[in-house]
């Protein structure tokens, strides 16, 4: 399994940011995806979850309302979609994936930096 992120970049608050997370290397019907971030001498942290078959998504208190998570099952990308940006939503973010038996994620893109400027 690969999982290739791409996206970020600088970008003022309020402005607006699509990661994407480009999956390969088996199908993934029965996986569930995920975007998390770490940023400088912090935890990783979720951001937002969705399963690959359907069901809804879920995200993190802080990114509600902000924060969209899609997938193109056609292309096997997952998306991130992410507006109103604040400083504090300034971290590098990383795609993971696992399948919907496990409890922890196995497998993680690279990460791709996200910079808010105030």
């Known amino acids: 399994v690969q999982l290739q992120a791409s996206g970020g970049g600088l970008v003022q608050a309020g402005g607006s940011l699509r990661l994407s997370c480009a999956a390969s290397?088996?199908?993934?019907?029965?996986?569930?995806l995920a975007w998390f971030r770490q940023a400088p001498g912090k935890e990783r942290e979720f951001v937002a979850r969705i399963y690959w078959s359907g069901g809804g998504a879920n995200y993190a208190d802080s990114v509600k309302g902000r924060f969209t998570i899609s997938k193109d099952n056609a292309k096997n990308t997952v998306y991130l979609q992410m507006n109103s940006l604040k400083p504090e939503d300034t971290a590098v973010y990383y795609c993971?994936?696992?399948?919907?038996?496990?409890?922890?994620?196995?497998?993680w893109g690279q990460g791709t930096q996200v910079t808010v400027s105030s």
């Open positions: 993971a994936a696992t399948p919907i038996t496990t409890p922890k994620y196995d497998y």
């Open positions: 290397g088996r199908t993934f019907s029965s996986w569930r």
